[in-house]
DNA sequence: ACCAGTTCGTTCGATTTCAAACAACCCCAG
DNA sequence: CTGGGGTTGTTTGAAATCGAACGAACTGGT
């Protein structure tokens, strides 16, 4: 079933599904959002803590470097070393020397950060499931799996001209 | 088509399907924001300060007062506080004396922030094409508006108990 | 008129964010 | 071994973010 609102991209516009989509999205991941940085929030982490701290449990050794932490979270790298110290202070995580290269040292999960994990891992899945498996059939589940994977194929393969920065000192 | 992966809600963890759905949304929705914020900062604009414009520009008379602004867009009043100096400065808003209220002032669009508006709503539409759109069939379309409104429904009926905050001075 | 109680928006303070410049280091050709 | 070119992570400085406290102004009852 098409209906004609669905069809072409007219002109400089969005159709009416689209539009009524856009908005829908940028609402529901607001929303989303806010309701799985509430449940972090309360154990003292921000989302991207728990980004890095889950990153590095399923890393071989619980240990990552620092670069590739940014790069698998995409964030900046300035921003990554202010985070980690934070966690660092919270004894969740540490430093370790590489021996091959003295440039970069190995970021660790702690014990502490395994239990940490381990606590707050149930707690962010209900988060999920509250905040978006709950209201989605399974079919639904596995469109939305397929929308946001084309999504990322497709700006991944459309702007690779504009490398994979997340870099910062790079002229 | 239903496979043993996207049935039930396993113990406490998430099935395959869900799984794969969370990451790609995670990843899908952090490089679709990022893309959208580039194109926006290229006029000089923050996500946020391009739906206040949009939602002023819609607004009888292109004026709201600062409170509706901030609970239509989910924002707390001290970031909105923030912001609108930041857009008087540039002359896109300005504020006009509620003669009823001498307590709170009308946020009004200038005749310069119309014309942004228009210059940029289509820019930032062909954004919303280049990040989403573009990637998906009209029928994942209808698909993805149908999900996050169902998220959108769920989450609000769920949980309006905690009222609709966005306040900070209420104690 | 006057005084609680409430609502409105701002100010303050501490934190977070990140781009740009920076220092340390590895690799490898000459 | 030495020096250029690329990498790695940090420092810095300015801006943004937001919770909490604040003052000003409307409301209704007396």
Redesign the pocket.
């Known amino acids: 079933m098409i209906s004609m609102s669905d069809v072409p991209p007219p002109g400089q516009w969005l159709s009416d599904a689209e539009q009524q989509a856009w908005r829908a999205y940028v609402t529901g991941t607001s929303v989303v959002g806010r309701l799985l940085d509430r449940a972090l929030k309360a154990r003292g982490l921000?989302p991207?803590d728990y980004g890095i701290l889950a990153m590095l449990s399923e890393a071989p050794d619980r240990q990552l470097?620092?670069?590739?932490l940014?790069a698998q979270l995409r964030?900046?790298?300035?921003?990554?070393?202010?985070?980690?110290?934070?966690l660092e202070q919270s004894g969740l995580v540490e430093?370790r020397q590489c021996p091959?290269?003295?440039?970069?040292?190995f970021c660790v999960l702690t014990d502490a950060g395994v239990e940490m994990v381990a606590l707050v891992a149930p707690e962010h899945v209900a988060s999920v499931r509250g905040a978006l498996f709950d209201h989605l059939s399974p079919a639904q589940v596995g469109q939305l799996g397929r929308i946001m994977a084309a999504v990322i194929e497709g700006i991944d393969s459309g702007e690779n001209e504009c490398e994979s920065d997340?870099?910062?000192?790079?002229?």
Chains 1, 2 share one sequence.
Request: hydrophobic share 30%.
């Open positions: 921000s991207e470097r620092l670069g590739e940014a964030l900046p790298k300035p921003f990554l070393t202010y985070r980690f110290q934070r430093r091959t290269d003295a440039r970069s040292a997340c870099e910062t000192g790079a002229p």
